[in-house]
């Protein structure tokens, strides 16, 4: 059996459940969706590319 919960599928679930005011125990409760689950989308979905400061990191000396 295929797994239902593809980033596509997710990413409008996501969307819908933050459009609606609805609680997010309560979304994935009514989408058949375990709560950790729908959490896990929520918090990988939310967390949008990094910035380029965040990528290079230069390094700086420590004066002794």
């Known amino acids: ?13 996501v969307a819908q459940w933050r459009a609606s005011g609805e609680s997010g125990a309560g979304f994935a409760r009514r989408h058949h969706i375990p709560a950790w689950t729908f959490w896990y ?13 965040d990528e290079a990191v230069e390094s700086i000396p420590v004066l002794k």
């Open 1 to 13: 059996m295929t797994s239902q919960r593809t980033p596509a599928r997710m990413t409008r679930l």
């Open 41 to 53: 989308w929520c918090r990988k979905l939310s967390a949008g590319p990094r910035a380029e400061s």
